[in-house]
Nanobody, 126 residues
Framework: EVQLVESGGGLVQPGGSLRLACAAS????????IGWFRQAPGKEREGVSC????????YYAYSVKGRFTISWDNAENTAYLQMNSLKTEDTAVYYC???????????????????WGQGIQVTVSS
């Protein structure tokens, strides 16, 4: 069974940085996608970024492009989301998720993902 555990969240001031990690266990797929999603209070869950293993593709939401970087460490079976120049509007619970196919341009569709982590809080505030 695939299990995903997020870490690295917390409180940071605007303009600061955080790096989220998503440790995957029970993971034996050669082709998969790892997505990061977030949900702020009163808002719908939205796709933030995605890494696709089959073509080492990366995707980003317009709101985070240029500030966030997704990566995958094959040896550690861990995905990372480096978040720089954080803004108050980045405050949310962040989730990682895996898909057993390459979602391509539909990477932001949460219905395509099979396994989810428990979520971790990121708060950007002065």
């Amino acid at each position: 069974e695939v299990q995903l555990v997020e870490s690295g969240g917390g409180l940071v001031q605007p303009g600061g940085s955080l790096r989220l990690a998503c440790a995957a266990s029970g993971f034996t797929l050669d082709n998969f996608a790892i997505g990061w999603f977030r949900q702020a209070p009163g808002k719908e869950r939205e796709g933030v970024s995605c890494f696709t293993n089959s073509d080492t593709g990366t995707y980003y939401a317009y709101s985070v492009k240029g500030r966030f970087t997704i990566s995958w460490d094959n040896a550690e079976n861990t995905a990372y989301l480096q978040m720089n120049s954080l803004k108050t509007e980045d405050t949310a619970v962040y989730y990682c998720a895996t898909a057993t196919l390459n979602p391509g341009l539909q990477w932001h569709n949460s219905l395509l993902y099979d396994y989810w982590g428990q979520g971790i809080q990121v708060t950007v505030s002065s």
